[in-house]
Nanobody, 117 residues
Framework: QVQLVESGGGLVQAGGSLRLSCTVS????????MGWYRQAPGKQRELVAT???????NYADSVKDRFTISRDNAKSTVYLQMNSLKPEDTAVYYC???????????WGKGTLVTVSS
């Protein structure tokens, strides 16, 4: 059983910072790409950032130069450092991981980020 557990969400004022973490647990040998997605109220889930096992990253235009994705392969953990937060960043943030031996993506349950103006 594979589980992804996110943490680090909360309430922050505009211009502030938060760091999200997501740890993968269970019977896994290796993880390919990992990523963060978000879903704001009334909107579809959207990509925020992804990172490959080799460290290559990809960002949505809306978060470039503000957010940084990183991972610690030894800890099976992916991070999202969010700086200069804006009210429009308010959403539930979900972690996603491509687990090698299952050839499938797994999702966490999400963590809420609220940015007040």
């Amino acid at each position: 059983q594979v589980q992804l557990v996110e943490s680090g969400g909360g309430l922050v004022q505009a211009g502030g910072s938060l760091r999200l973490s997501c740890t993968v647990s269970g019977s896994i040998f290796s993880i390919n790409a990992m990523g963060w997605y978000r879903q704001a109220p009334g909107k579809q889930r959207e990509l925020v950032a992804t990172i490959t096992s080799g460290g290559s990253t990809n960002y949505a235009d809306s978060v470039k130069d503000r957010f940084t994705i990183s991972r610690d392969n030894a800890k099976s953990t992916v991070y999202l450092q969010m700086n200069s937060l804006k009210p429009e960043d308010t959403a539930v943030y979900y972690c996603n991981a491509d687990i090698t031996q299952y050839a499938s993506y797994f999702w966490g349950k999400g963590t809420l980020v609220t940015v007040s103006s």
